[in-house]
């Protein structure tokens, strides 16, 4: 898996596709994740990858102090490159794994919010649950967790439909394992749902359902159907349809 993202990071340095194949559903996550921060709170972002949603934040949140973590030292290279071609002073990078233990021990304060964007399906078995108690304990008394994952569920009545339609399975990357609900209750044993964020159904219907069956199962990422979708779930017609993206948003609050 590092090799992998390595490789991302030198081909593709700041570019969005160093992180995500789909550069609109990277778009429309950001537009639903920048209001779920507070002036003057810090933010850690575990598995930052080349920081181009804490550089995006921080520009947007001068009076909050934003940090990021990443196991590719490539990739923290690259964010800190840009944070200072951007001139950004609350916002910092850090070579870290977010699988290994006592990862508490890298700062001497808590922090109002982490956030993970993918990082939890790219860990597996006991690293993914010491993923989950680092952030924990991270995060300040009654702290919240951003979780920004993907689950299996949805993918598979994705893929359902396709069958119907003659279009190929959706399969997940190797280095990569989609949560269960089964993982959802291991997480409630310590944070407790406030508010599950199903803002990507809507896009991830249309692009993955119409628009490949309308390019014969070869889409375009920025097909004009693919961002007309983005277009309505920004205008909040994201509401119209729910359970068809494996990415949601999660907030946790920490239970003490």
């Known amino acids: 898996m590092k090799d992998f993202w390595v490789g991302q990071a030198k081909e593709y340095g700041f570019d969005v596709k160093a992180i995500n194949f789909d550069p609109l559903e990277e778009e429309l996550e950001l537009h639903f994740i920048k209001d779920l921060f507070k002036n003057g709170e810090k933010v850690c972002d575990f598995g930052c990858g080349n920081g181009r949603t804490l550089l995006n934040l921080a520009r947007n949140n001068k009076s909050t102090e934003f940090y990021g973590i990443d196991f590719v030292p490539d990739f923290i290279d690259i964010a800190n490159q840009q944070k200072d071609r951007m001139g950004l002073s609350n916002v910092h990078f850090l070579i870290a794994n977010a699988g290994s233990k006592n990862l508490s021990r890298l700062f001497r304060f808590k922090f109002d919010r982490v956030l993970t964007k993918r990082l939890l399906i790219n860990l597996k078995g006991k690293q993914r649950l010491i993923a989950l108690e680092n952030i924990r304990s991270f995060l300040k008394s009654e702290g919240v967790y951003i979780m920004v994952e993907c689950f299996y569920m949805p993918l598979f009545k994705i893929n359902c439909i396709r069958k119907s339609l003659g279009l190929e399975e959706i399969k997940v990357n190797e280095f990569n394992e989609y949560l269960s609900a089964g993982f959802l209750r291991q997480v409630q044993k310590t944070f407790e749902i406030k508010e599950k964020i199903d ?22 990422y920025f097909a004009n159907i693919n961002k007309l979708a983005v277009t309505l779930s920004k205008a909040g017609l994201d509401n119209i349809i729910k359970g068809y993206s494996p990415q949601v948003i999660y907030i946790l609050k920490k239970i003490n």
């Open 199 to 220: 803002f990507e159904s809507l896009y991830y219907f249309i692009s993955r359902i119409f628009n490949a069956y309308l390019s014969k199962g070869k889409p375009d």
